[in-house]
């Protein structure tokens, strides 16, 4: 007899995908109101900051590995940034991060042409799909925002190992989540979380950064 495992713990703060709209604004809809924690008294910053991006570009592209030559080629002239090997996060007209063999998320803070002339450029023999409505794209940083992230994640986040152009797709909390480092300094780090589980992270946050003090905000 094969024994089945025990059930899996569902995230309490989960939003069903079928309740949430799928207008590009219903992301933040789903979230609860942003809460400051207060700073420690003895700085006179919150030492994390939590950056949620209004109007994200959040894309998925998937490609034949017969077609990868051509879509690299594709990526320097338009996008002007090289096709990631593995978990990495290349930049130029957006941040590209390998998501899996022959797939890549594309992320930008702000919608812009480059997706839709490499969208023409491609054609149809590559998978290239705008998600930004399906997606939380956040940003946490500050000096204690190592410390907030590690009590999320069960990786490496010392900077020697997890470093700028590093990318992980891991647990966060209860939830699947794609974080990067920077741009800009080590305690810079990117999230991607599906929307649905956006109220989770939002949660997450609060209690993970309440001992620090901390910030949030729309951008």
Known sequence: MIRCGGPTRRCGYAVPSFLIRKESDSVLEALPPLRLNAPDSRSRDAAVTLSVFRNPLVGVMVARSAERQRLATAFREIV???????????????QVIGAGP????????EHHGSFDALSEAVGSSVLLLDQSSGWLAAQISGRMAPAVMRK?????????????????????????????????PVSTFN?????????????????????????ASYV
Request: net charge negative; with cysteine; charged share 20%.
């Open 80 to 94: 002007r940034a090289e096709l990631p090997n593995g978990p990495k996060v290349t930049e130029g007209g957006f």
């Open 191 to 215: 999230c991607l979380v599906r929307r649905s589980f956006s109220a989770a992270f939002h949660v997450w946050f609060q209690e993970a950064s309440a001992e620090f003090g901390s910030s």
């Open 152 to 184: 999320g994640v069960q990786i490496d986040l010392h900077e020697k190992t997890f470093a700028q152009g590093d990318a992980a797709l891991t647990i966060l909390d209860q939830f699947w989540a794609c974080i990067w480092v920077g741009p800009g």
């Open 102 to 109: 022959d797939k890549w998320l594309i992320f930008s803070p």
